[in-house]
């Protein structure tokens, strides 16, 4: 079955870009209807949707965060990227990415999530 | 803040039932069927129990079922029991502008 694993520094400084990788094994990212997610979880609060990229390249973000963010895939790899741009505190959170289903709307599988800590 | 609201706690004896509410607006819940839950045990990533509203994924319990109602959908789970302690999340779709929407968060407890 398709598992997902988040890759990536744990700790950075205010002001850089924090890079997370995800790879996907057991399956192909080209996987028509599938798009490949990020969301995260701040410290003691709920989820947040971040973005999603199709295979073709076609991204898809938070208003929220569309500023800062941008995520790519590398089909060769079978793995997707984030990028976060002028990271804070407030960015200090724990990463999951997961395949979404395109046309029902569902998150699943899910990374075991990867915690980042952003602090001077 | 989130898109969507939950209560922050629920909880309910073993063998009994409890509900649990997501509510939205008629630019998410209320206009997509496209409602899902995710179970999320401490320290661990969300699982996926319910999805479009109503269906359960491959090995999700039958106790588990999701239904809708306007701009609010629920999950209720059955006959508790002791692991089905842990924080459960609403998801919907939100459209062209919002794309996915979470709720905050509800902490089962079985008492």
């Known amino acids: 079955q398709v598992q997902l694993q988040e890759s990536g520094p744990g700790l950075l400084k205010p002001s850089q870009t924090l890079s997370l990788t995800c790879t996907v094994s057991g399956g192909s990212i080209i996987s028509g209807g599938y798009f490949w997610s990020w969301i995260r979880q701040r410290p003691g609060t709920g989820l947040q949707w971040m973005g999603y990229?199709?295979?073709?390249?076609?991204?898809y973000y938070n208003p929220s965060l569309k500023s800062r963010l941008t995520i790519s895939v590398d089909t060769s790899k079978n793995q997707f990227s984030l990028k976060l741009a002028s990271v804070t505190a407030a960015d200090t959170a724990v990463y999951y990415c997961?395949?979404?289903?395109?046309?029902?709307?569902?998150?699943?599988?899910w990374g075991q999530g990867t915690l980042v800590t952003v602090s001077s | 803040q989130s898109a969507l609201t939950q209560p922050p706690s629920a909880s309910g004896s073993p063998g009994q039932s409890v509900t649990i509410s997501c509510t939205g607006t008629?630019?998410?819940?209320?206009?997509?069927?496209?409602v899902s839950w995710y179970q999320q045990y401490p320290g661990k990533a969300p699982k996926l129990v319910i999805y479009e509203v109503t269906k359960r994924p491959s090995g999700v319990p039958g106790r588990f079922s999701g239904s809708k109602s306007g701009n609010t959908a629920s999950l209720t789970v059955s006959g508790l029991q002791a692991d089905d302690e842990a924080d459960y999340y609403c998801?919907?779709?939100?459209?062209?502008?919002?794309?996915?929407?979470f709720g905050g968060g509800t902490k089962l407890t079985v008492l």
């Open positions: 990229i199709y295979y073709s390249g076609s991204a």
């Open positions: 008629s630019s998410d819940v209320g206009g997509y069927n496209y």
């Open positions: 998801s919907s779709y939100g459209g062209s502008d919002n794309f996915e929407v």
């Open positions: 997961a395949r979404y289903s395109g046309g029902t709307c569902w998150f699943d599988p």
